[in-house]
Nanobody, 124 residues
């Protein structure tokens, strides 16, 4: 069992920045992939980005490429999401997820563990 806890959400103006963090604990493995998904009201959950814990391989949705950066901290067992040039359409609940394989996927069905989410709101 893996526990994931997100933090760092909040309210920012368009063009601003925000940094999210996901803390992982429990029976984790170095071969896991860690990912971020988001869900806006009335919308389906969508893939944002993911990183292989051991390999450092990253993947980004086209909508955030060049604006968001995912990174990992091996000492703290955390995954961070740096979000720059935020847009109102980035407003959503952001979820951290873990996959039991080292290669990232954009399919949320490929992830085995989920956090409770943190709210990000971008005003115009």
């Amino acid at each position: 069992q893996v526990q994931l806890v997100e933090s760092g959400g909040g309210l920012v103006q368009a063009g601003g920045s925000l940094r999210l963090s996901c803390a992982a604990s429990g029976r984790t493995f170095d071969s896991y992939t860690m990912g971020w998904f988001r869900q806006a009201p009335g919308k389906e959950r969508e893939f944002v980005t993911a990183i292989s814990w051991s390999l450092g391989i990253t993947s980004y949705a086209d909508s955030v490429k060049g604006r968001f950066t995912i990174s990992k901290n091996n000492h703290k067992n955390t995954i961070d999401l740096q979000m720059n040039s935020l847009k109102p359409e980035d407003t959503a609940i952001y979820y951290c997820a873990a996959r039991r394989f080292p290669i990232p996927t954009m399919n949320d069905g490929g992830y085995d563990y989920w956090g409770q989410g943190t709210q990000v709101t971008v005003s115009s």
